[in-house]
């Protein structure tokens, strides 16, 4: 019988730069971003990767960053790809939906790609550059503009009539034999400059009315760009014109989609969000043939549907290959097959069946998890530590999620935490933390009082509201950000009054909730833990629950151990661990260590580290930073794998 082993899982998440509809059928829907180019037959449902001659030349995964489909030739698409090593990059064409490529060699080094809307065939390629044009689908180039044209529209009336420009906006109805300047559309100098500017969008039923929106500004001109009206008060990402209707436009404020029915003078929300904000919405698309069908590509989240008119969205990412940076995991304590993932960029996911299919969670306040935990004493009650440096919680087992507030008031004598049970101090609050929290821990007596950290850590004596932990400035002629990087926490088995932080460098303990710490904390020259790493590097910290003193931290070279509360330390694990990223006490049975390694795989210790035995070789050669086991049977242990997703043992 052979040897158990890590069942891998992951769910799927992209990174969409540009969507398009294929000018044939608006079922077939093609995306591209940093993880190459996608393909979907159906309406974005499933999708599957046609990459294929384009990795191979590129030599790694291409990047995409231009992308346009011919309205009038069903199957004709180019993409645009971007260049490596201070090379060029490369110019693509497909007349059969992707299925094989052409290079086309003499292509412009330009990223903003179009096929006239009006369905002539002519091929536009815009880039600081300038503008050039292509009447043989590509295959030769004419400059039609020196100046930088990075955004730049076509009437679909007729061809000949463009508006281009990056600064200011340029104008030509003769095809680019002459040109007029007509100023930037915002005024001022910003003009269309701005990285968030999306291209100049005639409106397909009238082409006298053009939108333009740059840096969340929204502009409309009604005579063919000759002069414009801006809308104040507008924060849009890209637009998206209704092909029926001139005076219908949707965009995305945030996650929240808005819709106008008057130019853009007032907008509406229609209800539908993206679940997250931050992110970054770069090309929006209608389907021509059913206005209230809309693709938006987003990075990070990959490619997002509505079919409502933007009242719901969806993420569609069935087989879009990409596995998200996994950060986090956490099988719930009263369910082992329901596991929650986090990740840096791509937001939350849960699983009902172990880890086989995966949904994404649209209620978190952030997309980026730096840590999850189940509280053990709440059924179905978790937190995670984000990476915009704030605390979400969730009472439903991860389903919705709500964000914590932070508590200003000040503490007399520098507690956190008050040996009276019945009252709390707190420190005063930062307004914002220059890095994440990250280090989950509870109070193991079951008060409802939490640790958070990773750089400033923060402390809760209700799961509610969060205060930052004070701890005193290092000394002089040594840098305070480096030395009060805290990457992890952990209370001791007595509760609040003691507890510790783990710097990557050494652990620090307080004896007296946080009003002292022992030893100073100081960046030692030498002894303690080894010198601090950066903190996109996982260390962790845990206590065990119910006899004091017991403490592990996790090490370059192993475990380290005390068994005394920190008055002295022993380094376990060398021979066989190397450097512990994830540390892990079981809650069926604490004297059982689990320990996930940078590359050595998951270990198992039965003696408080002393010896260790290895839990399959699946994960060797992969960083496991996190480790979550279910506290029913204690049999189900999951591992956060940044390049792999998650995987998921059965223990004997």
């Given amino acids: 019988m052979p040897e158990p082993d890590w069942r891998i899982s992951s769910p799927e998440a992209g990174r969409a730069r540009v969507v398009a509809l294929d000018g044939g059928d608006p079922d077939v829907v093609y995306a591209g971003g940093s993880r190459g180019l996608f393909r979907s037959l159906d309406g974005g449902d499933r999708w599957s990767e046609a990459n294929d001659p384009l990795w191979s030349v590129e030599g790694d995964r291409p990047y995409v960053i231009g992308l346009a489909t011919d309205p009038a030739a069903p199957g004709v698409l180019y993409v645009r790809l971007a260049g490596r090593d201070g090379e060029a990059g490369s110019l693509w064409r497909s007349v059969d939906r992707a299925e094989s490529w052409e290079r086309l060699p003499d292509g412009p080094d330009a990223a903003s790609l179009l096929v006239d809307p009006g369905g002539s065939g002519t091929l536009f390629a815009g880039g600081f550059p300038g503008l050039f044009r ?81 840096n969340g500004r929204v502009a409309v001109s009604f005579d063919r760009g000759r002069t414009w009206e801006l809308r104040e008060g507008s924060t849009a990402g890209d637009l998206a014109v209704d092909p029926a209707d001139p005076a219908v436009v949707h965009t995305m404020v945030g996650s929240a989609h808005l819709r106008s029915s008057d130019f853009g003078a007032t907008w ?147 507690r956190v935490f008050r040996a009276d049970p019945d009252g709390t101090s707190t420190v005063p609050q930062l307004a914002r933390f220059p890095h994440p929290p990250h280090g989950i821990a509870f109070d193991p007596r079951g008060t409802g009082a939490l640790l958070v950290a990773r750089g400033l850590p923060l402390a809760s004596a209700d799961g509610e509201s969060f205060a930052r932990v004070f701890v005193p400035d290092p000394p002089r002629g040594l840098s305070g950000d480096y030395c009060r990087s805290f990457l992890a926490a952990a209370f001791d088995a007595v509760g609040t009054e003691r507890f510790y932080l783990h710097t990557g460098r050494e652990v620090l303990r307080t004896t007296d909730g946080g009003a002292t710490w022992e030893p100073h904390p100081e960046c030692r020259a030498e002894g303690g833990l080894p010198p601090s790493a950066p903190l996109d590097v996982p260390y962790a910290l845990v206590a065990h629950p119910t006899e004091p003193g017991i403490v592990y931290a996790s090490d370059r070279a192993g475990v380290e151990r005390t068994l005394d509360g920190g008055e002295t330390w022993k380094l376990v694990g060398v021979e066989s661990l190397g450097f512990v990223y994830a540390l892990l006490l079981d809650p069926v049975d604490p004297e059982v260590l689990y320990a996930g390694t940078r590359g050595n795989g998951v270990f198992r210790s039965r003696d408080r580290g002393e010896t260790w035995e290895k839990l399959g070789a699946a994960l060797d050669g992969h960083p496991v930073i996190g480790l979550s086991v279910d506290a029913v049977t204690g049999r189900t242990l999951a591992a956060a794998v940044p390049d792999v997703g998650v995987a998921v043992f059965a223990l004997p």
């Fill in 268 to 414: 509406q929300p229609t209800g539908g969000t993206l679940g997250a904000f931050c992110v970054f919405h770069s090309s929006m698309v209608v389907d021509p043939g059913d206005p209230s069908r809309l693709f938006l590509a987003v990075s990070p989240g990959g490619v997002y549907r509505t079919t409502n008119g933007g009242g719901h969205w969806a993420r569609l990412s069935t087989g879009f290959g990409a596995v998200p940076d996994v950060r986090a995991v956490a099988v719930d304590p009263a369910a082992p097959d329901v596991l929650l993932v986090g990740t840096r960029e791509d937001g939350l996911f849960r699983s009902e069946d172990g880890g086989r299919t995966w949904q994404d969670v649209t209620s978190v306040p952030h997309r980026g998890f730096a840590a999850l935990a189940f509280d053990p004493f709440a059924p179905g009650s978790l937190y995670a530590s984000l990476y915009d440096g704030n605390v979400a919680a969730s009472l439903d087992g991860g389903r919705t999620w709500a964000q914590r507030t932070f508590d200003g008031s000040v503490s007399p004598d520098g």
């Fill in 134 to 214: 292509s009447d043989d689908a590509g295959d030769t180039w004419t400059r039609i503009a020196s100046f930088d044209a990075t955004r730049f529209g076509v009437d679909p009336s007729d061809a000949r009539r463009v508006l281009a420009g990056s600064r200011s906006t340029h104008l030509t109805e003769d095809g680019g034999d002459t040109w007029a300047e007509l100023g930037p559309p915002f005024g001022g100098s910003g003009g269309l400059f701005i990285a968030r500017a999306g291209p100049f969008r005639f409106a397909a039923p009238d082409s006298s009315v053009v939108y333009a929106v740059s």
